[in-house]
């Protein structure tokens, strides 16, 4: 059991629930990259982990050049792993990774609202739903009118929780471009448009509260 999120990311090595998740959310990043629209595409991704799923992209993608992202993530070593990558794809005048609160709405600002905004291994890490209400309610102010937004959520004891989490896209207007679960079967993975209109301050300062803890992450 992983005892802290550095390790929790060597799960990659050997999950395969988690890789084939990596591969599809990978899948969703490149869709959002070719559907935008010529010039800058901005990024923002909460609880990005040390970025693999958005660098692992840009590594192989035509529009690279036009991606300004941030990332934020709170674990300093995962931070260092993905300061490292984007130095290594010649990225880091566009891309800056915050080691820094990603509930926390003042790390956002300069960097929303966002085209693509990814929420991944995130939404199994909020205590309920109201937790999950509320940062559904907070993403209009990280999202575009018309953003992407990738999020995960996994199912245990035979609970299909990324059903939920389809059914509160749908009531909070968001438009579901696609959803898939891993071939485990127990892993979703969905893409929505968020239709509404930007906030350009804040509901609240918190966006929301990451409760989950590695040895248990869903
Ligand atoms: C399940 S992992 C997901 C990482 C990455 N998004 C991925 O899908 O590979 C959750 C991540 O959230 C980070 N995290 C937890 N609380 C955080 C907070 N308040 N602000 C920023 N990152 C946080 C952890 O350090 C961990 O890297």
């Given at each position: 059991?992983?005892?802290?999120?550095?390790?929790?990311?060597?799960?990659?090595?050997?999950?395969?629930?988690?890789?084939?998740?990596?591969?599809?959310?990978?899948?969703?990043?490149?869709y959002?990259l070719?559907?935008?629209?010529?010039?800058?595409?901005?990024?923002?991704?909460?609880?990005?982990?040390?970025?693999?799923?958005?660098?692992?992209?840009l590594a192989?993608?035509?529009?690279?050049?036009?991606?300004?992202?941030?990332?934020?993530?709170?674990n300093?070593?995962?931070?260092?792993?993905?300061?490292?990558?984007?130095?290594?794809?010649?990225l880091?005048?566009?891309?800056e990774?915050?080691?820094?609160?990603?509930?926390?709405?003042?790390?956002?600002i300069?960097?929303?609202?966002?085209?693509?905004v990814?929420?991944?291994?995130?939404?199994?890490?909020?205590?309920?739903?109201?937790?999950?209400?509320r940062?559904?309610?907070?993403?209009?102010?990280?999202?575009?009118?018309?953003?992407?937004?990738?999020?995960?959520?996994?199912?245990?004891?035979g609970?299909?929780?990324s059903?939920?989490?389809?059914?509160?896209?749908?009531?909070?207007?968001?438009?579901?471009?696609?959803?898939?679960?891993t071939a485990?079967?127990?892993?979703?993975?969905?893409?929505?448009?968020?239709?509404?209109?930007?906030?350009?301050?804040p509901?609240?300062?918190?966006?929301?509260?990451?409760?989950?803890?590695?040895?248990?992450?869903?």
């Amino acid at each position: 059991m992983p005892k802290d999120w550095f390790e929790w990311h060597d799960l990659y090595n050997t999950d395969a629930k988690l890789q084939q998740r990596l591969e599809i959310v990978r899948e969703y990043i490149a869709y959002s990259l070719d559907a935008s629209p010529a010039g800058t595409i901005q990024v923002v991704s909460v609880c990005a982990g040390d970025g693999r799923d958005l660098l692992g992209t840009l590594a192989n993608h035509p529009r690279a050049q036009d991606v300004y992202a941030r990332l934020v993530e709170l674990n300093p070593q995962l931070v260092e792993r993905g300061r490292a990558t984007i130095e290594s794809l010649g990225l880091s005048k566009q891309i800056e990774f915050i080691n820094g609160d990603a509930t926390s709405a003042a790390n956002y600002i300069g960097a929303v609202p966002a085209d693509i905004v990814i929420v991944c291994g995130v939404l199994g890490n909020l205590a309920d739903e109201n937790e999950l209400n509320r940062l559904l309610g907070n993403l209009s102010f990280l999202s575009k009118k018309g953003a992407f937004v990738l999020w995960t959520r996994g199912h245990s004891q035979g609970i299909a929780y990324s059903e939920t989490v389809r059914k509160y896209f749908r009531e909070f207007g968001f438009e579901e471009i696609n959803f898939q679960l891993t071939a485990t079967g127990d892993m979703g993975v969905g893409i929505h448009r968020y239709l509404g209109e930007t906030l350009s301050v804040p509901k609240e300062q918190q966006l929301f509260v990451f409760s989950g803890v590695p040895n248990k992450a869903r």
